[in-house]
């Protein structure tokens, strides 16, 4: 089970916004990040989002993590998350043309996801109350096998 993500965009706040409203959560500060928020959903699971300012890394540091900011980062990356979430495909759709962010809902094969992509950079793969079915479906041992093959060994 995944708890919480984090990302790093460039307005920090109104993403954070528009992800409380697409998870009916609440937005605080997150203070170990300067500029930081954190969107926490009490769903029971302790599921949340850290919302970092775009240049933000996190670097490995013996005995604790080092935070170093105004980084030189890429503008995509490979890192996505997929986050079920209260709202139907049409409310995302709503919340994503009002930020001007591209959005769509795309067919994986096995299942179906609403591709979030905030600020155009960052790819959230949303599962609405409809599409979560089939996800959950689709990760039974025997329906991923059929679909990715024999488990790899060592």
């Known amino acids: 089970m995944i708890h919480h993500i984090s990302i790093a965009v460039k307005d920090p706040l109104r993403v954070a916004n528009a992800l409380a409203e697409i998870c009916n959560g609440t937005v605080y500060s997150f203070s170990p990040i300067l500029g930081g928020y954190i969107v926490m959903d009490f769903d029971g699971h302790g599921t949340a989002i850290e919302i970092y300012p775009f240049g933000t890394q996190l670097v490995p ?7 170093v900011q105004n980084a030189v980062s890429l503008r ?3 890192f996505h998350a997929a986050i079920s979430v209260p709202v139907d495909q049409e409310r995302i759709e709503q919340i994503a043309r009002r930020e001007g962010w591209f959005a ?6 096995p299942f179906k996801v609403v591709e979030f992509w905030v600020e155009n950079q960052l790819l959230l793969e949303l599962l609405p109350p409809a599409l979560v079915a089939e996800y959950l479906e689709f990760t039974r041992p025997q ?3 059929k679909f990715f093959g024999a488990p790899v060994t060592a």
Request: net charge negative; proline share 5%.
């Open 143 to 145: 329906n991923t096998e």
């Open 76 to 78: 995509l990356s490979p």
């Open 104 to 109: 769509q809902l795309c067919d994986r094969g």
């Open 61 to 67: 540091t013996a005995g604790h993590r080092d935070v």
